[in-house]
């Protein structure tokens, strides 16, 4: 058997996946993934720490969901003591979320872009990433990390002034990311290479129990905004896209779509922006279990914590989204091309740098080679259909 | 084709157009007033090191030799704001600058405050800062002489010289206080 190691290590992640591909040829045959390579044992540091000071732990997991994990995890400790959140929090919530999701579905298509060969579409995306999180060091004091999320409430209020500005970044991403949806549309190359690759079937969607953009681009209706509405989606107006075609360009489209959806949801919450507090006071965190849930860039993000009324968590448990989707790969890459595998792992999103170091075993002469990432990404725009 | 002639558009406009980054260390570029930089004490301080119990990063510490001395290290710190959200006088605030770590010079890589310390008259430990006794003392007002130490370092201040072995008011640290305590309600003798 050919085999085909990507990974294991990347200190960046937090999902470090080792991938072994199994190859015939230029043709993948298996796969085989591991995970747990980078242990950093966030959840038992978070046990040592107070209710107060998690959120800016748990936003470390991921550089670019740093605002899900916080909201899931402080969503989990309202839950146990009751806290009622501002009506403003809420939306707040919302806003800082949104914009989230479009700088990470911005940074993903450039990313896709760069590992097609399609350059323009990378330096594209990230020029209209760039303000977005400029806005995000305007609102929050950082482009990253916003430390946005606090036990009752957020930690900073949208200041007026702030309002003129957001809405002319997001008028500027609605155009060009409607100008993007075209040139992925409507350019064939781009389109060969993403259409009927790594297919996921609805059927096998379900069986693997994928979530966010990889569930939904297979046809599966899922999102937690939707499904079980947490800060304030349940009072604003939004679509979930769905495509059924299951490959990897439908969970580009549907990320695309997504952004477009994204945009009128920051519109409409700050249209509805209410006055108010913005952060509800709690003396202690009684005993109990509590969940969080939240739909992140990538998916359905838990947090789980249990407390036994002490100042700090007597068990804190995270499942992130890349977690849910890292199994369907093992039907999405086999029977494509190896300058295929690139692309059909990157559009589940994980953090890419997981492939920085890919081994090749062809199966017929039990020969194995080990590939950089620059070499792997080499041989998908060579080689790609 | 239309594609065609729109991407070609865009790259003539891109050409044409001057480039999107700055040339960031030739041309300055400042940051919002909102953001969050590194940290630093001022004068309002007054050394109660709440800081330090609430720094997630463990950034902060609290030294008591000579002085007391409360350090931020800048290489730890995560710029989260919770030291000055919390900081019961504003005597510490996050500034807009920034801090290389990776350039050399010792001195730049952290930040100190020093102030003085009241030891305890029976085994010289430190009890807390002057200025946070101070503090505490303007918060409780009358309610300050529950506490024996309270009465005694307000004495202090005030200049009132109370000769050493006729104040029933002694400068004690908790674990001395408790010894005494116990011991004149018969302690040793009761168990």
Not at chain 2, 10 to 30: D, I, Q
Request: glycine letters at 8%.
């Amino acid at each position: 058997m050919p085999v085909i190691p990507i990974g294991p290590f990347h200190p960046a992640l937090k999902e470090p996946e080792f991938f072994k591909l199994y190859v015939k040829g230029e043709q993948v045959v298996g796969v085989d993934i591991r995970i747990g390579w980078v242990h950093r044992g966030i959840e038992k540091l978070s046990e040592g720490l107070t209710f107060e000071q998690i959120p800016f732990l748990v936003e470390r997991i991921c550089g670019i969901c740093s605002n899900v994990h916080p909201l899931c995890y402080v969503q989990a400790v309202e839950d146990i003591a009751q806290i009622e959140v501002p009506d403003r929090a809420r939306y707040i919530r919302v806003i800082i979320a949104e914009l989230e999701r479009i700088h990470s579905h911005l940074l993903w298509l450039g990313v896709a872009g760069h590992l097609i060969g399609f350059d323009t579409l990378l330096m594209w995306a990230w020029k209209y990433r760039e303000p977005v999180l400029d806005l995000f060091e305007l609102m929050t004091g950082n482009r990253q990390n916003y430390a946005m999320q606090a036990v009752g409430g957020v930690r900073y209020d949208i200041k007026p002034e702030h309002v003129p500005k957001i809405l002319e970044v997001l008028k500027t991403v609605e155009k060009e990311t409607k100008k993007a949806v075209g040139m992925v549309e409507g350019d064939p190359v781009t389109k060969k290479r993403l259409e009927g690759i790594g297919l996921l079937t609805t059927e096998q969607a379900r069986d693997f129990c994928v979530v966010g953009p990889t569930a939904r681009g297979s046809g599966l209706k899922i999102d937690v905004r939707r499904d079980d509405p947490y800060a304030a989606y349940g009072e604003l107006s939004f679509d979930v896209p769905v495509y059924t075609s299951g490959d990897n360009l439908a969970r580009v489209l549907v990320r695309m779509d997504e952004l477009l959806q994204s945009v009128e949801l920051v519109r409409q919450a700050l249209d509805g922006l209410p006055r108010g507090e913005i952060r509800a006071e709690f003396k202690e965190v009684p005993p109990g279990e509590g969940i969080g849930r939240a739909e992140a860039p990538r998916g359905e993000d838990i947090h789980y914590v249990k407390t036994d009324g002490r100042n700090t968590p007597f068990r804190h448990k995270i499942r992130a989204p890349t977690y849910a989707n890292l199994p369907a790969l093992s039907v999405m890459l086999p029977n494509y091309t190896l300058a295929d595998a690139v692309i059909t792992l990157g559009s589940i999103d994980p953090c890419f740098s997981c492939t920085e170091r890919v081994a090749v075993v062809d199966v017929r002469t039990g020969k194995k080679r080990h590939l950089s990432e620059e070499e792997l990404v080499e041989i998908s725009r060579k080689h790609g259909a | 084709m239309g594609l065609k002639i729109k991407e070609i558009g865009e790259a003539l406009r891109s050409a044409a157009s001057k480039p999107f980054t700055v040339r960031y260390p030739f041309v300055p570029s400042p940051p919002p007033e909102t953001f969050r930089g590194k940290p630093e004490f001022n004068d309002k301080c007054m050394g109660c090191g709440a800081c330090e119990m609430v720094c997630p990063a463990g950034a902060i510490t609290v030294e008591d030799g000579e002085l007391r001395r409360i350090q931020v290290e800048y290489g730890r710190c995560i710029r989260c704001g919770q030291c000055a959200r919390l900081c019961p006088v504003e005597g510490i605030k996050l500034t807009t600058g920034s801090c290389v770590i990776s350039k050399g010079e010792e001195e730049r890589t952290r930040t100190s405050v020093e102030r003085k310390l009241l030891r305890c008259e029976e085994c010289g430990a430190p009890i807390t800062a002057r200025e946070h006794l101070r503090w505490m003392l303007e918060r409780l007002g009358p309610l300050s002489f529950s506490n024996p130490t309270l009465v005694k370092f307000s004495q202090l201040l005030l200049g009132e010289a109370v000769p050493e072995t006729e104040s029933p008011f002694r400068l004690l640290c908790p674990r001395c206080r408790r010894m005494l305590v116990l011991s004149e309600h018969g302690w040793r003798t009761k168990y």
